[in-house]
């Protein structure tokens, strides 16, 4: 009876530890970019058409890469077209303004209660992780009226240069989103 004990409980460790490190690794591959929105000040019954897309910082390219800065211009007027938007530099309705920032950060990661390996190597400790937060900021200006009528924050992870290309297009996706659910709403 031991045995068989024994070999369940061997069993079912192993089974258990499979699954929490399928978990770990698909919500590290996953890390969600946030999206924030600070203001949200439509005029009513305003159609925008057109749009132009415009650096905050001029000389300072997204990321200080311009690689990541040509390919967030990109998203953008392929996000605005999908939507109905015509780009427009010379009289646009719409003015999108970017800005991006990287702050380095830490976080304490602390052991899982059930961990069954500490007896081998000691009682498990909490260990401090530094990484990189992402953050891309976009304004939508409404120039006749001289005023943003819209500011997002998509905030994430980013540790690797492949690491933000993905996380600006899911950022530039989620901040188009919310976008076109405030305008629709602001126009219903």
């Keep these: 009876m031991k045995e068989k004990y024994k070999e369940f409980k061997m069993k079912f460790n192993i089974k258990t530890l499979s699954i929490w490190g399928l978990l770990a690794i698909f919500s590290l591959a996953c890390n969600p970019v946030k999206v924030y929105t600070e203001k949200s000040d439509f005029i009513e019954a305003k159609q925008y058409h057109t749009f132009a897309i415009l650096n905050e910082v001029k000389g300072k390219p997204a990321f200080d890469s311009p690689i990541i800065e040509e390919r967030l211009q990109q998203h953008l007027v392929e996000g605005m077209e999908q939507r109905g938007f015509s780009y427009n530099a010379d009289q646009p309705d719409l003015i999108i303004r970017y800005n991006t920032d990287v702050t380095p950060n830490q976080r304490i990661i602390y052991p899982h209660p059930y961990d069954m390996w500490w007896p081998m190597w000691g009682p498990p400790t909490a260990r401090t992780q530094k990484y990189d937060q992402?953050?891309?900021i976009i304004d939508f200006i409404d120039p006749q009226a001289?005023?943003?009528?819209?500011?997002?924050?998509?905030?994430?992870?980013?540790n690797n240069p492949n690491e933000k290309q993905k996380k600006v297009k899911a950022a530039v996706?989620?901040?188009?989103?919310?976008?076109?659910?405030?305008?629709?709403?602001k126009n219903s």
């Design 173 to 185: 996706e989620k901040i188009l989103k919310e976008f076109s659910t405030k305008l629709v709403s």
């Design 146 to 158: 001289d005023r943003v009528i819209m500011r997002a924050t998509a905030v994430g992870t980013v």
């Design 134 to 136: 992402g953050e891309v």
